[in-house]
């Protein structure tokens, strides 16, 4: 009777403890994979500031050709929207390729704008940071090159 109890006791402590380890493992694969997936992905205030420096870029180049002052803020961006996302490795560089749409406003502007956008972002050698990539003008032969904007600096 003491050994058939025993034996009952036995069956289920090894039935949950399958049941745990199962568990157990799900979560390790599922915390596993979410990680390799937010390392290539970057932070939405990355995104944010790359679309600020794009669109400050543009009003720059703009002011310049029409030899005007540059607008010194930067632009308010809102509502940005990911539809495409996805890592891509060009001549050895790894690059994160964002398409999407977003919102942006210059300051002392009443005018809302919504934009597409069609983002390079380059994760740094070490995972330490992020920058934007825009591809350089390049004769016909040469490899592509990219300029390199760092994202997420302090300002001072």
Known sequence: MLEDRFMQVSMIYVHISRHVLTVLSGLLIVVTLSSCTLRNEPPRAIVIEAL?????TTQVSIAQSLD???VASAPAV??????HQEVLKVEGERFVHLKGSFDWQLPRDSVRVDSAFDLYLQRGSHGEGWSLARPAASNGGEAQRWLLYPLGLPTS
């Not at 809102?78 to 539809?83: A, E, G, M, P, T």
Request: hydrophobic content about 30%; cysteine-free; aromatic content about 0%.
């Open 52 to 56: 600020q420096s794009q669109i400050q």
């Open 68 to 70: 005007l002052q540059p």
């Open 78 to 83: 809102s509502r940005v929207r990911v539809d």
